[in-house]
């Protein structure tokens, strides 16, 4: 099984909002990405867990704020964001470790389809 | 920094013709190559995993190959649900301070449309 599980599908929120994006998987992976995607365009990495701790933040707004509960939850909250924020947001998962032989391919969940009114 | 650049940047094929995707990279150490395929509105599906240079995966119509330099990704004579955008990323070698291995570096992809 290489599921990766984001909620919701799709998000509707206004400037002055507070939402969170959920992503959850269940195997064992130990490193969790979120990236943004917009459209005709590749995913770009915003932030990387690995063990639970934020090891990458690509110089990404305050207004994303990621949380890694356990290994197996990645959480990304949103405030007072910017319609130009409106993407699909993803999220992956890998196997991780400080390693380079556990650093191997990542799965991506399906995407939250943001819009920003 | 990492650069990966995919060619074309869309090609358009009839059911049959075969054809290949072109993926170049410039890497600081490469720890691997990935190739993705994306449905529009769809999170990257993961297919092959490539490490070092001469080496080949196979998954149905596909084949996936690696120089030091670039991959290919072949397909042989394709299908109309063969039809997405492919994508191609490169993860580099970790640093000392642990931390670029967490990166993929993916490419502009390629649209791939099969016409039946």
């Known amino acids: 099984d290489t599921e990766v599980t984001q909620t919701p599908k799709h998000l509707v929120m206004g400037m002055t909002n507070k939402k969170s994006l959920k992503c959850e998987q269940h195997?064992?992976?130990?490193?969790m990405y979120w990236y943004k995607q917009k459209a005709k365009k590749p995913p770009e990495l915003m932030f990387v867990?690995?063990?639970?701790?934020?090891?990458i933040n690509e110089s990404v707004p305050s207004r994303f704020s990621p949380e890694c509960p356990n290994s197996s939850l990645l959480n990304l909250h949103l405030h007072a964001l910017q319609p130009e924020d409106s993407a699909l947001y993803l999220c992956?998962?890998?196997?991780?470790?400080?390693?380079?032989?556990?650093?191997?391919?990542?799965?991506f969940g399906q995407g939250t389809r943001l819009t920003v009114v | 920094e990492d650069q990966v650049t995919q060619s074309p940047e869309a090609l358009r094929l009839q059911e049959g013709e075969s054809s290949s995707l072109n993926c170049s990279y410039t890497v600081s150490g490469l720890r691997g190559l990935f190739w993705y395929r994306q449905d529009p509105g769809k999170g990257p599906e993961f297919l092959f995993t490539?490490?070092?240079a001469g080496e080949e995966k196979e998954k149905e119509r596909l084949k996936a190959t690696l120089t030091k330099k670039e991959s290919f990704l072949h397909i042989t004579a394709p299908k109309p649900e063969d039809s997405a955008t492919y994508l191609c990323a490169v993860r580099p070698r970790g640093d000392a301070g642990g931390t670029s291995y967490g990166k993929l570096t993916f490419g502009q992809g390629t649209i791939l449309t099969v016409h039946p």
């Open positions: 867990y690995s063990y639970e701790k934020l090891s």
């Open positions: 992956a998962s890998s196997q991780g470790g400080w390693t380079d032989a556990m650093n191997t391919e990542a799965f």
């Open positions: 195997m064992g992976h130990r490193a």
């Open positions: 490539l490490y070092s």
